[in-house]
């Protein structure tokens, strides 16, 4: 693989990190895959570096069954920020998120040494800390893939699998907003996970509330035009309300996937698109226009909005699908119900 930088950035990182006694990796709200194995890849990066103690740690809880499954199964001792005594660290890394974005229950005040994302914000070049932000990469689960092998770190099973799960997930097995780094360090996992585990951890075992959601979510889709919108109600997570958007995306005469669900005084949101480039451009513009906060890559997008924002007083499911329609300029067509629409 050619160096394009790597062996200077992992120095400029590890000299930033070392030396440390402890060290805190935090990952974004309702934690996804990519996000826990970039974690978990980058505790054990500095484990091997000689760091007596890493902890990962995330605010919300742990959502998906496959990701309940992967922290389990790959014994990932990942905890809950409301128990962390962040000022017991003497470094804290930030992993698939940015310090301040929304989705990261960081105190505003707490200072962050290094931060790894992949997503179309960066922070300012004279941030204090440490930072590899990638709008050409699918997954943050890639950059630490070449962090670990440029810092000549080898692999283990369960990381191995943990990362490439990471990429496979975010990219959907490498065939939406995947770049070729991507692939490389795709290739190079393959031969390195433990493909039992990996099974288990894609076909997970459901709690019944899964198919409740899903019925939920069959019963109020609609369809204007190509795009589809759901609205899953209150949800026992918001990762729920991403589950049902890529799964209500593979109806063949949808270009646009909308789901929006409630959680906790917040309503959730997730778009899918299949050809344009632009969801996360339109997340953001769409939780603008709520109040609430937004983004994504190419074909996938999500974002937050409190039901205090004033614009979400009353009924936020309408105004928030209001909002979708005119930023998707897709006001102007009819609403029919997706199980009776004569396309599905
Ligand atoms: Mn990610």
């Given at each position: 693989m050619e160096d394009r930088g790597y062996t200077q950035k992992v120095a400029t990182f590890k000299a930033r990190i070392l030396p440390a006694n402890s060290v805190l990796i935090v990952v974004h709200d309702f934690p996804d895959p990519d996000c826990l194995a970039s974690a978990a890849g980058l505790k054990y990066l500095l484990t091997y570096w000689g760091v007596p103690t890493c902890k990962i740690t995330y605010g919300g809880f742990v959502g998906r069954a496959e990701n309940r499954t992967m922290v389990q199964l790959l014994e990932m001792s990942a905890v809950p920020i409301?128990?962390?005594?962040?000022?017991?660290?003497d470094r804290i890394i930030v992993a698939d998120s940015l310090p301040g974005?929304?989705?990261?229950?960081?105190?505003?005040?707490a200072k962050v040494d290094a931060v790894f994302d992949h997503h179309m914000e960066s922070p300012d070049a004279d941030a204090p800390y440490f930072f590899d932000v990638r709008k050409?990469?699918?997954?943050?689960s890639t950059l630490i893939t070449q962090y670990l092998n440029y810092a000549g770190c080898p692999i283990p099973r369960r990381e191995a699998t943990a990362l490439y799960y990471g990429i496979k997930t975010d990219t959907n097995g490498m065939g939406r907003d995947a770049f070729p780094e991507d692939l490389e360090c795709y290739k190079l996992l393959f031969d390195l996970l433990d493909h039992q585990l990996l099974f288990k951890i894609e076909h997970p075992q459901r709690e019944i509330e899964f198919f409740r959601g899903l019925d939920q979510a069959l019963r109020t889709a609609i369809i204007f035009g190509d795009t589809a919108y759901i609205y899953t109600g209150e949800?026992?997570?918001?990762d729920h309300v991403g589950e049902m958007a890529d799964f209500f995306?593979?109806?063949?005469?949808?270009?646009w996937t909308v789901c929006a669900g409630i959680f906790r005084e917040k309503l959730y949101f997730s778009l899918r698109c299949k050809t344009l480039e632009n969801a996360g451009i339109t997340a953001r513009e769409i939780a603008r226009q709520c109040g609430g906060s937004g983004g994504g890559h190419g074909k996938i997008g999500a974002g937050q909005i409190p039901l205090s924002s004033k614009s979400m007083a009353n009924n936020p499911s309408h105004v928030f699908k209001s909002t979708a329609k005119k930023v998707l300029d897709r006001s102007d067509l009819p609403e029919i119900p997706l199980l009776k629409s004569a396309d599905a």
């Open positions: 409301v128990l962390v005594d962040l000022s017991s660290f974005g929304g989705n990261v229950s960081l105190p505003p005040d050409d990469i699918g997954a943050t949800v026992n997570t918001p995306s593979s109806l063949k005469i949808l270009e």
